[in-house]
């Protein structure tokens, strides 16, 4: 009976773990390239299991996924250095689709405050 329970608990891990790969897979996304584009914020989503912000380029919304709200804080950014109506550059890696959205690298915000964090890009993802 032990024995059946252990395997049990041991295939139900191991799917799980399979799931969880699988969801933080980036295999949508072309990481060989690095995209530059300038924006201007339309909303910033801290969500788990990812983070999405939304920008206006051009006349074209893009969402930019990037990871939980808790590792973005632990790179140093703060909930107010990105507001919605701010300028920002980022570096992301383009969905494989054509799609409007990327991988969200790193965020520049070109918004003119310092306090803020104007001009000094910082890892999102």
Same mark, same amino acid.
């Given at each position: 009976?032990?024995?059946?329970?252990f395997?049990?608990?041991?295939?139900?891990?191991?799917?799980?773990? @399979?799931?969880?790969?699988? *969801? *933080?897979?980036?295999?949508?996304?072309?990481?060989?390239?690095?995209?530059?584009?300038?924006?201007?914020?339309?909303?910033? @989503?801290?969500?788990? !299991? *990812?983070?999405? @912000?939304?920008?206006?380029?051009?006349?074209?919304?893009?969402?930019?996924?990037?990871?939980? !709200?808790q590792? #973005?804080?632990?790179? &140093?950014?703060?909930?107010? %250095?990105?507001?919605?109506?701010?300028? #920002?550059?980022?570096r992301?890696?383009?969905?494989? %689709?054509?799609?409007? &959205?990327?991988?969200? &690298?790193?965020?520049? !915000?070109?918004?003119? %405050?310092?306090?803020?964090? *104007?001009? @000094?890009?910082?890892?999102? %993802?």
């Amino acid at each position: 009976m032990h024995l059946r329970a252990f395997g049990a608990a041991f295939l139900c891990t191991a799917a799980l773990s @399979v799931l969880l790969s699988a *969801h *933080h897979s980036h295999g949508n996304y072309d990481l060989t390239t690095w995209t530059v584009m300038e924006g201007t914020v339309r909303q910033v @989503v801290f969500i788990v !299991p *990812h983070s999405i @912000v939304y920008i206006d380029v051009k006349g074209e919304t893009w969402a930019l996924e990037a990871t939980n !709200p808790q590792g #973005i804080f632990l790179r &140093g950014v703060k909930k107010d %250095d990105v507001k919605v109506g701010d300028s #920002i550059k980022v570096r992301c890696h383009l969905l494989r %689709d054509g799609g409007k &959205g990327c991988l969200l &690298g790193f965020v520049t !915000p070109m918004h003119g %405050d310092t306090a803020r964090g *104007h001009g @000094v890009e910082i890892e999102w %993802d």
